[in-house]
């Protein structure tokens, strides 16, 4: 039970990020009064190939010093050059890429989310930028104020690596896996964080992921950190100290009862009980 549980849930710790692949985005304030319905919008194609393969948080190590916190999320498309069947029609996958919307839900509770799944579309006629730096913003704004982002996956993006930890996939020579870097974001922490897989076909067609993300970087971080799952005294320091207890994170607590707030740290090295009936 425990394996399936850890292999269910979360994450795998690294020390380094694909900086070229990393953006940040505003902190605004979400007023559910304010929120479009997803009513009346236009057909969206959408694919279970396509889908958020896992998420990562950067932190200190014994040899790397972080400024502050950083968050990915990898994703996972057909690759360049493969096709897709979306209700009958057939495409041919040209880019692949990841969608992040920011909620203002401090309550660490991913059914206190406020923008609904309609503000992960995009507007296909606002891809912009270059090179690492490609994107889209989202179809539906909040206030007059761009939540959405759109990140089409650079070749620094693509990690074929995370390829063999897909150990439930027989056919990976079909898929890319890719990367995007959330960094600086030292005061979202507390944020929900809605993630989305795409893909852009050579007719420019964009296809959805079937499902979306809802996850906090807090969320993470207390599911590491009070599961043992951080093998390094200098990391589990930097969980607690930038993430669980910082002033963010506590002001979030005190407001809105967040559940990921730890006001004292944990001994270094421990792991929880395990419990001979649920092994």
Known sequence: MRKEINKRLLTMLVATVVAANTMIMPNVLVNADNVESAENQSKVLTSSEISVFRYQVKMSTETVSVDSVAYRTVCKAPK???KITVEGSTYTVKDVGVIYTL?????????????DDSYTILDETTRTGSGSNEYYVGKKMYNGTVRTYGYVASDKGIVPAFAERDTEETNRDRYCYYVRTMGDMDALVANTIIARGFVVCTDGTIIYGETVQ????AELAH??????QIGNETSFNYIFEAILNSE????????????????????????????????
């Open 223 to 228: 599911y590491l950190y009070t599961n043992g």
């Open 80 to 82: 360049a050059g493969e």
């Open 214 to 217: 809802k996850r906090s970087i």
């Open 248 to 279: 963010v994170l506590r002001k979030c607590n005190e407001r809105f009862g967040n559940r990921y707030y730890v006001s004292e740290p944990d001994q270094f090295g421990w792991s929880p009980i395990v419990r001979p009936w649920e092994t």
């Open 103 to 115: 909620d203002d839900n401090r309550t660490g509770k991913a059914d206190k989310t406020v923008l």
